[in-house]
């Protein structure tokens, strides 16, 4: 429990940092108006489906490294985490091209409003510039959890987004010598603090190459192998995101207000999400570095354990969201149409808390098991299956924003039924190591 305890904390740490910068920027923004809510909502979820695709940087690093290190291979370890880091690199640049290329048409696809899509555009194609070293975090975050190094990551994100929470106050409203830049400064502010991230994580893992002696030429094989762990992550991540679009575009043909305020209950959701999800990681090492050692049980009381507490967190969660349910969404917004929009989406989350708890923990042991095979199509027949035709029932019958949250939570219903079939079996503790 104390070696769960602890690389949970950093990982809470390091997970909820952006999250609470982002809830951050939607009160400062949120001031601004309805409209500028409206577009950074948008700007910020288009620029997480761009980012997050790559989520295999960070979890699949961790299996992977998790497993080496419990081989008792440290510099292995080290040797995925520059591995990871090349294709960030190569793979951040690309996007940052076509995003900047393809941003006024994915706004004006999730957007009817033509000056919201705009600004959306103008904010996506400025904040779109931190992705490559967005993604190098997330390859350094991945290796230092494989490792159990749990200071470092806390320490790099701290710092940046410190900083970019005194750009976003100052750039947005024009605060002291700073200029006023309203929306744009919200971009701005989130390259710069992203940025200062990513060139910590990089001169961390220089530090440790430096003394492992590992090198820094590219290898195909480790590459290659972190690329098929990717293919099935990615997937899995496309139908979350294929799911929240979806959400995000029916919301958007409801009403400006449904939009808003589906947003900010959204940002709530993924910042308490990642919260529960610090727990799953340190399960996820924990899972890797045992069975690399080939002891099974231990992962299975790591297992345990982390599910029991996982549910007791989300649960007491829960809790204080029904108690706030008047004053919580007045953080975000004054806006009375979003404040009355949110209200519905809001308790479905309170509903929902309990089994999200339960999921994500399970989520976490499978991955750091090198299941992702087995996630990857449980998640994909969850959203195919489980959500989208409630959301485009909802969008064709007018049930606003109930419908689309009432099709999220079945989306989470179906994935905790299948992680906890597969945890009742033995298959996930038999795993062979990705390594």
Known sequence: MRRIADLAFSALIVLVAPPLYL??????????????????GVGTLVLAILSTQLTFLAYGTTARSARRFGEGDRD???????????????????I??????????????LVPDADVAADAADWLRIAIFGVPLILVSMAGNGWMRGVQNTRAPIVNVVVGLSLAALLCVGLVHGVGPLPRLGLAGSAWANVVGQSVTGVLFLAALARETRRAGVGWRPDRGIIGAQLVVGRDLIIRSASFQLCFV???????????????????????????????????????????????????????????????????????????????????????TGD??????????WWFLVAILPFAGIVFALDGVLLGAGDAAYLRTATLAAALVGFLPLIWASHIWGWGLAGIWTGLCVFMLARLAAVWWRYRGNAWAHQGGPA
Do not use: Y
């Not at 809830?23 to 950074?40: F, I, K, P, Q, S």
């Not at 995000?248 to 940002?267: C, T």
């Open 76 to 94: 292995g370890a080290v040797a995925e985490g520059v591995q990871a880091t090349w294709i960030t690199l190569a793979v951040g640049l690309v």
């Open 23 to 40: 809830m951050l920027d939607l009160a400062v923004v949120g001031r601004l108006g309805a409209h500028e809510l409206a577009a950074l």
């Open 246 to 332: 979806s959400a995000a575009a029916v919301a958007a043909r409801h009403s400006v207000a449904a939009v808003a305020a589906h947003q900010v209950v959204l940002q709530v959701w993924e910042f308490l999400a990642l919260l529960l999800d610090s727990l799953a990681i340190a399960a996820q090492s924990l899972v890797g570095a045992a069975l690399g050692a080939k002891n099974s049980d231990e992962a299975r009381t790591v297992a345990r354990r982390v599910v029991v507490v996982s549910t007791a967190v989300a649960v007491g969660i829960a809790g204080v969201l029904a108690l706030g349910s008047s004053a919580m969404p007045r953080i975000f």
């Open 96 to 109: 940052v091209v076509a995003g900047c290329v393809a941003a006024p048409w994915m706004m004006r696809a």
């Open 336 to 345: 009375t149409a979003v404040l009355g929009a949110i209200a519905t989406p």
